[in-house]
């Protein structure tokens, strides 16, 4: 077996060297050079054309800009945590929602309208042109009526820095041309536009910056379009979903337009966001107000229905002495709707010092406000806040097994003791 390997190699050596032998003896340097001069015009030929288009791509092609920022999308409904229907009405998946908010058609219009979009100006090239946005030298103001003018271009020509005309081209031997005066409206059959100056120039200066980028002009596209057109070029996606953030991303040949849509789009998206929460706030109060009145008419009902038993069993009763009790009565019934509340309030102060290991103390405050026990448990929280923080700041000096924290653990929990006192306190005065 090992003699018959070593057999097939060499055998393979000695026609690889026959193979060598044979090409050094057919090569012809003189045949090769003779075939390479003959080619050398097609080989130059391709490295023109080939060096050309890729000038031409380089030239002309307009360059993309991408625009990129995120956001952190609040899962937190403070109006459901107060009736306690969190797992009722929450979102199953709120991040997925909040994306498809973002790409939907509604709320892009939303960014259009604050960005007014629908007018674009541009500046025309011999093979392409370029995109003002801000850098225009004049604002046109233009109504369409007929809508076959959405998506025209409207070439605008100044004269003077008072005046000109705008130009429609419907091809190279029709052209209509329109006059017009700054800061004048004209009306036509299909539509009615102003022309003025730019605001951040002088008209001398918007003048002198007309003539330098003519030919120039502006399109005014309808809202689907606009939208449709940022709705293709936008990408939302899920950046880190522990952390609830967002990435939005808008891709633009002006890198200014791309840098004002993506920043809108977070503006608007707070603004909505906001609107949202103020909704279920608002049908949080409309619900408790329901209640309220509901208990109201209850209560009166009561009351008539007391009233009309005791004048059909004609009960002699001091009317004074009957209102003494029923105004009495009134006061223990709120006393006891301030006392549930406490209580209500405590339970749910308690149950986020278990939960949490940081206690925001203006929170809590601000939850206990305007109830009898404000004052003392405003003071406890305000020394559990300082305990927590400083025993924070100590862990980054001392292990946690050290005195100082032990001596602070002490104190946190005397803290604690201290609401739990006051919740059973103000329980046990609830039960009697």
Not at 339 to 359: A, F, G, P, Y
Request: charged share 25%.
């Amino acid at each position: 077996m090992i003699s018959g390997g070593l057999h097939d190699n060499n055998s393979n050596i000695n026609q690889y060297q026959e193979r060598i032998t044979k090409f050094s003896s057919e090569f012809e340097l003189g045949l090769f050079l003779h075939i390479a001069k003959r080619s050398l015009l097609w080989v130059f030929l391709l490295l023109s054309i080939s060096l050309s288009l890729a000038f031409l791509y380089l030239r002309y092609a307009q360059p993309v800009f991408q625009s990129k920022t995120s956001i952190q999308i609040n899962t937190n409904n403070q109006a459901n945590r107060v009736l306690n229907i969190n797992q009722m009405y929450e979102e199953q998946d709120p991040l997925a929602g909040a994306i498809e908010i973002i790409k939907s058609k509604v709320f892009l219009h939303r960014v259009v309208n604050s960005l007014d979009l629908y007018i674009s100006y541009f500046n025309e090239g011999t093979f392409k042109s370029s995109e003002l946005y801000t850098s225009t030298p004049f604002i046109a103001d233009i109504n369409i009526k007929d809508p076959s003018f959405y998506g025209r271009k409207f070439y605008v020509t100044f004269v003077n820095s008072s005046a000109g005309y705008i130009e429609l081209k419907e091809n190279k031997d029709k052209k209509e041309k329109i006059r017009f005066v700054t800061d004048k409206r004209i009306s036509t059959e299909a539509f009615d536009f102003k022309i003025s100056c730019n605001p951040a120039l002088e008209k001398i200066q918007c003048l002198k910056n007309c003539q330098e980028l003519y030919p120039i002009y502006f399109v005014k596209q309808d809202e689907n379009a606009v939208t449709s057109d940022i709705q293709k070029r936008l990408e939302v996606k899920l950046q880190n979903e522990q952390a609830k953030t967002v990435s939005i991303s808008l891709r633009d040949f002006n890198p200014v337009k791309a840098a004002d849509i993506v920043n809108m789009i977070t503006t608007e998206f707070q603004k909505y966001d906001i609107e949202k929460e103020s909704k279920s706030s608002e049908k949080v109060i409309t619900f408790i107000n329901d209640q309220l009145s509901n208990v109201y008419a209850q209560l009166k009902l009561s009351e008539d229905t007391l009233e009309t038993y005791r004048k059909e069993k004609n009960f002699n009763t001091n009317e004074r002495k009957i209102q003494s009790d029923m105004t009495r009565i009134s006061t223990l019934e709120d006393q006891l709707l301030k006392t549930e509340l406490e209580e209500k309030i405590l339970d749910n102060i308690q149950t986020d010092i278990q939960k949490n290991k940081s206690i925001d103390s203006y929170q809590l405050i601000s939850t206990i406000a305007g109830s009898q026990e404000e004052g003392g448990i405003k003071e406890i929280v305000s020394n559990l806040q300082r305990l927590l923080i400083d025993k924070e700041n100590l862990l980054f000096q001392v292990k946690p097994s050290s005195e100082e924290i032990k001596r602070l653990n002490f104190q946190i929990e005397n803290q604690k003791k201290f609401i739990d006192a006051k919740y059973f306190f103000v329980a046990s005065k609830n039960a009697n």
